[in-house]
């Protein structure tokens, strides 16, 4: 009996679906099956600890919180956070990432990276308390900001007025998150060869020349990566607003989404709008997502 043969790429793709088995299993486990159960639970008047059997409401859920001022809130709320610290996350860590690759000494480069990356390493809830602390009417939030102003003795009222808050979970994201993607952007610098700027520079081409003719073309993929994840992280934000609300702040200024989620399914009990609400938070994230592929499609960069 002639035995079969199996070609080496028909072996590689078996070895390669056998490696990709764990992580769809997980994926599937921690991802698809919970937004499958939200979908299924948002259908439902189901609360937390009751023994009653919930009772199936179709798109009732839905019409309640699109006609809820406290949900449009959210909304507003989550998009106001998003655009206040998305864009500065993605500019800022652009150009301290060019700037730490030009640096000529490895050792103050390095010192640049550890740095900006330490905060990134610090739990949400940490990070937090510490600009809990930071933001007190004593603390070095308000002696900073009057040091740059001179303004001796004024209190800023980080946790207490209504736009002053918004700023502040802004501040915790931005110094929180920036160093995770400006080491993102330094890995897309570091993999563009030197050759091009030479060659640019043969040809008389200035820094800043380079920089929009080769540098931002070329770095277009990490461009959109970073875009997303940081939009991504923006828009599922939560500890730091549950534990200023906690700490005193006013919770309408900074009611996102998730945090209205936590309060809707954990405190009032009400697991089917809250399951809802993540269905709506989970399109608006893919719609974003896809948004931005769209946009940013383009032929692939080669060097």
Do not use: H
């Not at 390095?110 to 600009?131: K, R």
């Not at 070095?140 to 207490?160: E, F, H, I």
């Not at 269905?279 to 931005?292: K, N």
């Amino acid at each position: 009996m002639k035995r079969k043969y199996i070609g080496i790429e028909r072996k590689e793709a078996r070895w390669g679906f056998a490696f990709t088995v764990p992580a769809i299993l997980f994926f599937s486990l921690f991802s698809f099956y919970p937004i499958l159960n939200a979908l299924y639970t948002s259908m439902f008047d189901k609360r937390v600890l009751s023994l009653a059997a919930p009772k199936f409401m179709g798109f009732g859920n839905y019409s309640y919180i699109f006609t809820s001022p406290d949900f449009w809130n959210s909304i507003r709320a989550t998009f106001v956070f998003t655009l206040g610290t998305f864009l500065p996350i993605v500019i800022f860590s652009l150009m301290l990432a060019v700037f730490m690759v030009n640096l000529k000494s490895n050792k103050v480069r390095g010192f640049f990276q550890i740095a900006y990356y330490t905060p990134a390493v610090i739990s949400s809830v940490v990070a937090a308390a510490i600009w809990l602390i930071m933001f007190d009417p004593r603390g070095l939030g308000n002696q900073w900001l009057n040091a740059l102003l001179r303004t001796p003795g004024v209190d800023r009222k980080w946790l207490a007025d209504a736009t002053m808050v918004q700023v502040s979970t802004m501040v915790v994201y931005f110094w929180k998150y920036i160093g995770y993607f400006v080491v993102l952007f330094i890995t897309g610098l570091s993999a563009i060869p030197p050759a091009i700027y030479e060659a640019a520079t043969i040809d008389g081409s200035s820094k800043w020349q380079a920089f929009w003719r080769i540098t931002l073309p070329l770095l277009k993929p990490t461009v959109v990566l970073v875009s997303i994840m940081a939009m991504l992280q923006c828009l599922k934000t939560f500890s730091t607003q549950y534990l200023f609300v906690q700490g005193g702040a006013p919770r309408a200024p900074i009611n996102v989404i998730t945090l209205n989620i936590y309060t809707t399914g954990i405190r009032n009990q009400r697991i089917g709008r809250a399951s809802a609400m993540s269905i709506v938070l989970f399109l608006i994230m893919l719609l974003f997502t896809w948004m931005q592929f769209r946009f940013s499609k383009s032929e692939e960069v080669e060097y």
